[in-house]
């Protein structure tokens, strides 16, 4: 008997068929509103590695794409070894299929609605799936952080080597403040002296050659002088430009130190148990009474029409 033959027998029978629909729908209905089922939704989150960019946390590979690995390979692989294992019946494996991996910012959500009774099945599931996401981004959270800390050691260096430059140039400057003291002085001490020998100056060839040594002398310790305050002008000058490279690198090298501090590694948190409305799964289960209670119908009917018709045969 085909589709149209048991369409055919269902008008023929039309109130057979709308009595037994009426009597399996409304078993089935009763038994979907009274049997209890209490669901409930089981969550982690992981924590994707992040560094700091511009004050706010960036993940190192963006927390959809991670999700999508883990929809596509640490889900199915772990239902995979609960089928294997036996843990799990075939409903809860049904239910741990539709479960929910979400990017989210810096974290990835994974989302699983079902029975009570496999509450720790569930936690178990998510588990093992948070930690395949774990050992996935480890090596590269591993590596990022290395960079940082590379970059903040750099950087620290760069503003020590600065400091130590600036000390020595200080001293520098301060030992050439003295020796410009010095020659100042011997200047003054020369100028005195050839004034002197001025006053007491006579044809005498030793004093001209006195004189023109003194001369000579001063020349000298004036040209000393001349190059020591070219010397002390440069290093201040120099020391300038050090301190605001100084200035500078402590910056950044402060903002290094923040970025390391700040970077994150991955992580899970908690998972956490929350009941779960069922009224989509209710829902689910009406139609499902409906197609069956329609099917049982129409057998009903075409196994009455079978049965009438073999009993005419029999009459005849």
């Not at 709308?18 to 009274?34: E, N, P, Q, R, Y």
């Not at 924590?47 to 959809?64: H, I, M, R, Y």
């Not at 760069?158 to 301060?174: C, D, F, P, S, Y």
Request: net charge neutral; aromatic share 4%.
């Amino acid at each position: 008997m085909n589709a149209s033959d048991l369409l055919k027998v269902a008008l023929l029978y039309h109130r057979s068929f709308l009595a037994i629909f009426g009597l399996s729908f409304a078993g089935l209905l009763l038994f979907v509103l009274t049997v209890p089922k209490q669901l409930v939704a089981v969550k982690t989150v992981v924590q994707v590695p992040t560094s700091f960019t511009n004050g706010k946390p960036e993940p190192l590979e963006s927390a959809d794409q991670i999700a999508g690995r883990a929809a596509m390979l640490y889900g199915p692989a772990a239902i995979d070894r609960l089928q294997s294992s036996g843990a799990a019946s075939p409903a809860v494996v049904t239910a741990l299929l539709g479960s929910g991996y979400i990017g989210a910012g810096i974290s990835i959500v994974l989302s699983s609605t079902i029975d009570s009774s496999a509450e720790q099945i569930a936690r178990n599931f998510q588990q093992t799936v948070a930690k395949a996401i774990i050992a996935d981004v480890m090596p590269a959270a591993d590596a990022a952080r290395q960079r940082a800390e590379q970059v903040h050691l750099l950087a620290t260096e760069k503003v020590e080597n600065l400091t130590k430059q600036l000390a020595i140039n200080e001293k520098r400057i301060q030992s050439i403040g003295g020796l410009i003291d010095d020659l100042w002085n011997q200047s003054e001490n020369l100028r005195s002296e050839l004034s002197k020998t001025y006053q007491s100056a006579t044809a005498a060839l030793d004093s001209e050659l006195k004189i023109r040594e003194v001369r000579e002398q001063r020349v000298a310790v004036g040209n000393l002088s001349l190059s020591a305050i070219n010397e002390r002008s440069n290093l201040t000058a120099q020391n300038a430009a050090l301190q605001r490279e100084k200035d500078a690198a402590a910056a950044e090298e402060l903002k290094t130190r923040l970025d390391e501090q700040l970077f994150r590694r991955p992580a899970i948190s908690d998972t956490t148990i929350t009941p779960a409305t069922s009224s989509y799964r209710r829902l689910s289960l009406i139609g499902m009474a409906l197609v069956i209670s329609v099917l049982v119908a129409f057998a009903g009917v075409g196994l009455a029409h079978t049965a009438g018709t073999f009993n005419r045969g029999r009459n005849h």
